[in-house]
């Protein structure tokens, strides 16, 4: 009978305890907060873009800028891509060396022409790096003219479960352009300019500067590039990249005026014809209907050769993308 009591008393025991247990589970699971789904990643990576002309692109405005191409191949998939994207874009020193001296390219390995692409990075790696495998990011550092001047497997560049600033800094750092002399460009488009007889279209600007950015492209589309050759050497003066830019500039520029992108035409002995003060201040990029009207005077009284229909294109192309800058502002 006292055997049958304490079995009894044991089950009762258990059953208390397993009450408790499943009660203080419901509490545990009650204060808890849920396990929240971990949120999709933004994309980085365009998979329709053609890898081939997104090069060129990249590589004609390195040029340009004596700057380099950065390519990054990976895909959304690449939880390191992300890393990578990540501290690109949140470490202020590596944020700044990249807008200062590189195009960063993302190149998706399943674009078009993206196996081209990886294929002529690859190559400049050794044999004894190709047999450890690629891994993705995979970085190739271009310069202007296509061609890959180095790639980086990027597991080197990794400390633990992230990148290491440090060693990607050190990385981009090395394959900076070298920067040109300010005088010395200045000094070649003038001699250019007596040799063909034509002038100089002097602008400054620097790499945080995004109105000169938009000067710089405007500069460069096809058609206009045409129209102002014919009168015209470009020149552009990086006043933060290149050395002796800010004299060059004070060399030019009143001490009155102010602010970039600043222009000014010289004849071929380096003399100002005109510049971009304005009644109003200086002009900068020309995107108000007053900064397009007298960035046209300045064209009218200094081009010999440009034909008066080419100036209406001019004015009429100034005209259409200060519309296209205003609707973007106004979204």
């Not at 009168?231 to 060399?251: P, S």
């Amino acid at each position: 009978m006292n055997a049958v009591k304490a079995l009894s008393r044991l089950k009762g025991f258990f059953l208390v305890t397993l009450c408790l247990g499943l009660w203080a589970g419901a509490v545990s699971a009650r204060d808890e907060p849920k396990a929240q789904a971990r949120p999709k990643q933004p994309d980085i990576y365009n998979q329709k873009l053609d890898a081939r002309e997104q090069l060129a692109t990249a590589c004609e405005r390195a040029k340009r800028d004596n700057s380099r191409v950065l390519v990054m191949l990976g895909g959304n998939w690449c939880g390191w891509c992300h890393k990578l994207h990540e501290l690109f874009a949140s470490n202020q020193e590596i944020r700044k060396l990249l807008n200062d001296e590189y195009l960063v390219l993302l190149v998706d390995l399943e674009a078009p022409n993206a196996a081209e692409i990886l294929k002529k990075c690859k190559e400049s790696l050794s044999r004894e790096e190709l047999e450890k495998g690629v891994g993705y990011p995979f970085l190739a550092v271009l310069d202007g003219d296509g061609n890959v001047l180095t790639a980086q497997r990027t597991d080197p560049l990794e400390e633990g479960d992230h990148h290491d600033p440090k060693k990607v800094k050190d990385f981009l750092e090395r394959w900076v352009a070298e920067p040109v002399d300010a005088q010395s460009v200045l000094d070649a488009a003038l001699a250019r300019a007596r040799s063909e007889e034509k002038r100089v279209f002097l602008h400054f600007g620097a790499p945080w500067c995004g109105w000169c950015h938009k000067l710089d492209d405007f500069l460069a589309r096809a058609e206009i590039a045409e129209i102002l050759s014919r009168d015209y050497i470009d020149l552009k003066i990086d006043v933060d990249r290149m050395t002796r830019g800010k004299e060059v500039m004070a060399g030019y520029r009143p001490k009155d005026s102010g602010g970039i992108p600043w222009i000014a035409v010289l004849d071929a002995q380096g003399k100002v014809l005109a510049s971009s003060d304005s009644a109003q201040g200086n002009i900068g990029y020309p995107g108000q209907p007053n900064e397009i009207k007298h960035f046209i005077a300045m064209l009218k009284r200094t081009s010999r050769r440009i034909e008066p229909g080419q100036l209406d294109r001019i004015e009429q192309t100034l005209r259409a993308a200060a519309d296209q800058i205003k609707a973007q502002q106004g979204r």
